[in-house]
């Protein structure tokens, strides 16, 4: 069984740095695309960035490059997604997803929970 | 950057069928996917590659695509159906990918 499970939900100052993560299960982790998808509050769904674990192969959102970062660790079947800098705007729910097939088929098949990121002075 | 536009609503009675438009550029050329995401939960593939449905989707789900239009609609409409559904595909092959605006399915 296809599972990724997400790391807990964070609060944190504008500023202040994170990384939140996805642990993939159930098949081999290094050879399917990962990606995370941003929700914000009462809001729609937005594509972020995906990666190739084997290799780390990359493709960023025009609206999310420069301002988040993708990368993943084959070894413990770990994608991550990190800020440098939170604002208040990054507070949403983050999905990783796994894709169904080998991009550029870009469907999104296996979600994980969703980790809650708030961003509040 | 590049938009996929979708109804904000539609309203459909139970046993009535729902279609939900997704208006692109790029569709002549790129596939469309649907999800379907239920309130407080991760979104569901519903259709992939603009009319392949997933084993464990239920047949009332398909999927079409006509010039820069991709279509998703629900035939005899049930109760559980009521949920946000986004489509999504990409401006070009390999470069990246977006959803659209979002329709809320509302089971009268």
């Known amino acids: 069984e296809v599972r990724l499970e997400q790391s807990g939900a964070e609060v944190k100052k504008p500023g202040e740095s994170l990384k939140i993560s996805c642990k993939g299960s159930?098949?081999?982790?290094?050879?399917?695309?990962i990606g995370w998808v941003r929700q914000m509050p009462g809001k729609g769904l937005e594509w972020m960035a995906i990666?190739?674990?084997?290799?780390?192969?990359?493709r960023y959102s025009p609206s999310f490059q420069g301002q988040v970062t993708i990368s993943a660790d084959k070894s413990i079947n770990t994608a991550y997604l990190q800020w440098a800098s939170l604002k208040a705007s990054d507070t949403a729910i983050y999905y990783c997803?796994?894709?169904?097939?080998?991009?550029?088929?870009?469907?999104?098949?296996?979600w994980g929970q969703g980790t809650m990121v708030t961003v509040s002075s | 950057s590049y938009e996929l536009t979708q109804p904000p609503s539609v309203s459909v009675s139970p046993g009535q069928t729902a279609r939900i438009t997704c208006s692109g550029e790029?569709?002549?050329?790129?596939?469309a996917y649907w999800y379907q995401q239920r309130p407080g939960q991760a979104p569901v593939l519903v259709i992939s590659?603009?009319?392949e449905r997933p084993s464990e989707i239920p047949e009332r789900f398909s999927g079409s695509s006509s010039g820069t239009t991709a279509t998703l609609t629900i035939s005899g409409v049930q109760a559980e159906d009521e949920a946000d559904y986004y489509c999504?595909?990409?401006?070009?092959?390999?470069?990246?990918?977006?959803f659209g605006t979002g329709t809320k399915v509302i089971v009268l």
């Open positions: 997803a796994r894709l169904r097939s080998s991009w550029p088929e870009a469907a999104f098949e296996f």
């Open positions: 159930g098949y081999n982790f290094s050879y399917k695309w």
């Open positions: 990666i190739y674990p084997d290799g780390s192969d990359t």
């Open positions: 790029a569709l002549p050329n790129q596939y």
């Open positions: 590659k603009d009319s």
């Open positions: 999504q595909s990409s401006p070009s092959s390999s470069s990246y990918a977006v």
